[in-house]
């Protein structure tokens, strides 16, 4: 019994960053996911914009937005700057499980291929988007990781930006 307050206190105490301005529901505009409906949920490094995690899962449910994206009529899509730092690795996966997300995507922009997703996280995501730099500044262990998840999932797409 213990353990489950333990858990409850650290949900509670959990924080995300949120760029509420720039997160938004609508239709997905590029890639494999274009046109499908989407909470597109931009991750802020930025400790001002830092909430806690129940707050911002109350926020998403009274803007409706919960209840798309758990009965699957819409995509969770996490996104930012400098998301695959593994600062809100946590943060993520735990929004994702409160809103009780059928499908989970996350984006990692060009120049942010630095690591292997933990497993908790990779778990909890459906699909990736990787912006690929053409100047191949990546970790190519991270990058083979995404490929070999392409090959047996399908469920990573490539973008290159010129």
């Known amino acids: 019994m213990k353990a489950v307050n333990l858990q409850k206190m650290s949900i509670q105490d959990l924080h995300i960053g949120f760029n509420q ?8 505009s590029y890639g494999r996911q274009a046109g499908k409906p989407t909470l597109d949920f931009v991750v802020s490094k930025n400790d001002a914009n830092k909430q806690k995690v129940r707050s911002v899962e109350s926020m998403i449910d009274g803007w409706t937005w919960k209840d798309k994206v758990s009965s699957g009529f819409s995509r969770l899509r996490f996104s930012g700057s ?13 929004l994702a499980r409160l809103l009780d997300a059928r499908f989970v995507d996350l984006e990692i922009g060009q120049n942010q291929i ?3 997703p933990p497993r908790e996280l990779s778990n909890s995501i459906d699909f990736y988007s990787l912006f690929v ?9 991270a990058f083979e ?9 399908d469920n990573v797409e490539f973008l290159f930006k010129f």
């Open 133 to 141: 730099p053409t100047d191949r500044r990546f970790d190519e262990d």
């Open 145 to 153: 990781w995404f490929a070999n998840q392409s090959q047996k999932y």
């Open 21 to 28: 301005q720039s997160s938004a529901f609508g239709p997905f």
């Open 82 to 94: 400098d998301i695959d730092t593994g600062e809100q690795d946590e943060a993520m996966t735990t």
């Open 114 to 116: 630095e690591r292997i």
